[in-house]
């Protein structure tokens, strides 16, 4: 499976931004999609989780600020609002089904104070 990121950007404070995923090739069932983020000198760390089903999962810290939602088996979204500095990082999407665990290449997401 390939993942294709789109919609990181430069943005103040309290701004919103939109990010979406794409995905390319070959599913085995039904699976997860996600996103995570690492910021510059830190470990990559779970953002949020929906399965095909709809279910979600999120980061405790970041649950009323984000919103992760499915479009298709194939894409996936990101809403973030009220972001802040601390949200600066590389967005990465993720797919795991019972087979892979797929990657994007990241989208940056600046966030100016």
């Known amino acids: 499976v390939q993942l294709v990121e789109s919609g990181g950007d430069l943005v103040q404070a309290g701004g919103s931004l939109r990010l979406s995923c794409v995905a390319s090739g070959t599913f085995f069932g039904s699976n997860t999609m996600g996103w995570y983020r690492q910021a510059p000198g830190k470990q990559r760390e779970l953002v949020a989780t929906?399965?095909?089903?709809?279910?979600t999962n999120y980061a405790d810290s970041l649950k009323g600020r984000f919103t992760i939602s499915r479009g298709s088996q194939t894409t996936v979204s990101l809403q973030m609002n009220s972001l802040k500095p601390e949200d600066t990082g590389v967005y990465y999407c993720?797919?795991?089904?019972?087979?892979?665990?797929?990657w994007g290449q990241g989208t940056q997401v600046t966030v100016s104070s």
């Open positions: 929906v399965t095909t089903a709809g279910s």
């Open positions: 993720n797919l795991q089904d019972r087979v892979q665990n797929s």
